[in-house]
């Protein structure tokens, strides 16, 4: 009998008010909302405010997703947080995420840096944990405040990203759930992408902040991702005319349009969020697939795509039944 990873639940948290690009100019940047939106589709983002972390905004989308599993934090038997800014250099976001649920049954807890793929590559690992029988229930959540790491003086990344967690609790089943999944790297390709700074003798030594040079990003990101959804569909058998909804990670509208139609798909089949969002980075998939439970879009039984790239480079697909 074949055992699935199946999605029980899903949950997300924004932290605060929606920041504007009207209000980033009046923040001071040398941009405009005409130019963030025809370039990029991204017309808000939000902020944790000071003090608030990631595994703060990991907590709340994990409350709503176990409430929406109808799932005790007892019953979690793994956690994989997927950070690419992650509260401390350690303890992982996961265990720090652990003790606030207040989980007391020793369950594993982890983080996974794989930054904009980190979600794809989670989920991944669990689907693994789960069909070799070593586990029942696992969360994974996607969590991040990118608004630590960007360099406010440098306009071409500082408008881009934003905060917020997703998560979902997965559960073994005879049900199908995960049906294929691909996950990839390059780090050949770190220049193009990376934060390069580090903590060393007391000190951050070298830039903390996300540096990108968009264009070599962007070509690379179209290139990747169609490849990788291909293959995941291969690998599970299913037509691209049998996907129900492409749930992307949330970069930039461009990349997700030329993505969908290298995939034939429209874009009302697409779950769109980084309008409102921004980019989220590891949490961008599992924000906007909660996006599309909540708001009735996502059914059960329906076939769904997850699929992101990022600094690494990573990327990769997941092809699910929800
Ligand atoms: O999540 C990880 C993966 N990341 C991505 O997928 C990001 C991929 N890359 C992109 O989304 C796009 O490359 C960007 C949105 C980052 C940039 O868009 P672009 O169309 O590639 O613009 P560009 O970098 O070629 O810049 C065009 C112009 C430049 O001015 P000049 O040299 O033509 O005079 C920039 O200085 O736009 C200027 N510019 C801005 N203007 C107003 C750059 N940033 C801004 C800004 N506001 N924020």
Redesign the pocket.
């Known amino acids: 009998m074949t055992i699935y990873a199946r999605i029980m639940g899903t949950g997300s948290y924004l932290p605060g008010d929606p920041v504007s690009n009207h209000d980033l100019v009046a923040r001071g ?4 909302d005409e ?2 939106v025809e ?2 589709g991204i017309s808000a983002r939000h902020y944790a405010p000071e003090g608030v972390f990631s595994s703060d905004l990991a907590l709340e989308a994990s409350k709503r997703a176990l409430e929406a599993s109808n799932c005790k934090v007892e019953d979690i038997d793994l956690i994989i947080v997927a950070t690419s800014t992650p509260d401390m250099v350690f303890p992982s976001t996961a265990a720090l995420l652990q003790n606030k649920l207040g989980m007391k049954n020793g369950a594993p807890a982890l983080d996974v840096q794989a ?2 793929s980190g979600f794809v590559y989670a989920l991944t690992l669990a689907d693994k944990f789960i069909r070799s029988g070593s586990n029942k229930r696992v969360l994974v959540v996607g969590a991040e405040v990118f608004s630590r790491v960007v360099d406010w003086n440098d ?6 990203f934003g905060d917020g967690a997703g998560a979902v609790v997965l559960e073994a089943s005879t049900e199908p759930g995960i049906l294929a999944t691909a996950i990839h790297a390059d780090g050949s390709y770190s220049e193009i ?1 990376n934060a390069p700074g580090q903590v060393a003798g007391g000190q951050v030594c070298g830039s903390p902040f996300v540096k ?1 040079d ?2 070599a ?2 070509k690379f ?1 179209v290139k990747v991702l169609s490849e990788v959804a291909g293959e995941a569909l291969a690998s599970a058998g299913v037509k691209q005319e049998e996907i129900d909804w492409l749930v992307p ?1 949330q ?2 509208v ?2 997700i349009q030329s993505t969908a139609r290298k995939l034939g798909l429209d874009m009302d089949k697409v779950i769109l969020t980084v309008g409102q969002h921004g ?1 989220t ?1 590891g949490a961008s998939i599992p924000l906007a697939l909660d996006v599309g439970v909540r708001s009735g879009r996502i059914q059960r039984g329906q076939n769904i795509l997850l699929e992101g ?3 690494g480079f990573t990327w990769g697909a997941v092809l699910l039944r929800f």
Do not use: P
């Open positions: 940047i040398e941009t405009s130019w963030i370039r990029t930054v904009c306009r071409t990344t500082c408008v881009l992408l990108m968009g264009q990003v962007f990101a990670h970069a930039n461009r990349i980019n980075s790239v990022g600094g």
